[in-house]
């Protein structure tokens, strides 16, 4: 008698980006930025302020940040040590004052004082990735350069099987040719909301997730978790 395998992982699908963001529209049809801005400027630090810290932590920040600080040649008005203090509680201070201020230098010389509308340039600002401007351009200026893949992402698609890779530019690019243009902001706010919401770094709550029937790792509930 033939023998039907029980193993579940000779029998996923493999999932695909259309799926995902079918799945996660439903789930998340709000999701989007969750920084709070008022102006390019403001994103923009607001992005650099947000790297490993919360949205939450950062947006406590701006309401008396951007109080203070409107224009790029206001960042540059005080020491370096005063904006410090100022963004301290957002983690790695030294460096993010710096890069904010360096930022707005290079914004004054370089750009007419305004955030530039475009990939190359932002990569000229000191602090911004290709994640950051891909979250400023598409957010402030709805410029489609960029699919930002932060930890959430990288998380995610490692779990759900649709990269096998940490490397982040490598993932972007990978995921910029499977996904619809349209769709790249997009993908990337949903993943950051199944990534809080359902499938956090520490716990996967695999009964409630859409893709518990063919996520390679859901198997591994309850053993070692090979994906992390
Ligand atoms: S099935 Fe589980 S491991 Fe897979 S994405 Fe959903 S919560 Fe994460």
């Known amino acids: 008698m033939y023998d039907f395998p029980t193993n579940r992982h000779t029998l996923f699908v493999k999932i695909t980006v259309d799926t995902i963001l079918r799945e996660l529209k439903l789930l998340y049809p709000k999701a989007d930025c969750t920084l709070d801005w008022r102006t390019p400027l403001e994103l923009l630090v607001a992005t650099i302020l947000a790297a490993q810290c919360t949205d939450k932590r950062v947006n406590q920040v701006g309401k008396t940040l951007f109080v ?24 790695s201070f030294r460096m993010k004052a710096r890069a904010i201020q360096e930022s707005c230098q290079t914004i004054i010389n370089r750009y007419d004082e305004k955030v530039p509308r475009s990939m190359e340039k932002m ?18 200026f709805g410029v489609t350069a960029g699919i930002p893949i932060d930890t959430h992402n990288i998380r995610l698609l490692n779990r759900l099987g649709v990269v096998k890779t940490k490397n982040q530019d ?9 996904t619809p243009k349209k769709d790249w902001l997009k993908l990337s ?4 909301a199944h ?27 309850g053993r070692s978790d090979k994906s992390k």
């Open 123 to 140: 990569l000229t600002l000191r602090g911004v990735g290709r994640k950051t401007a891909a979250v400023v351009l598409g957010t402030a």
């Open 170 to 178: 490598k993932i972007e690019l990978q995921m910029m040719e499977a």
């Open 189 to 192: 706010h949903l993943l950051v």
């Open 68 to 91: 203070k600080y409107k224009t790029p040649q206001d960042y540059l008005k005080v020491s370096q040590e005063e904006l410090e203090v100022d963004v301290h509680t957002c983690g």
């Open 195 to 221: 990534g809080r919401a359902v499938c956090t770094a520490h716990n996967r709550d695999c009964s409630n997730c859409p893709f518990q029937e063919d996520c390679p790792s859901s198997q591994t509930r």
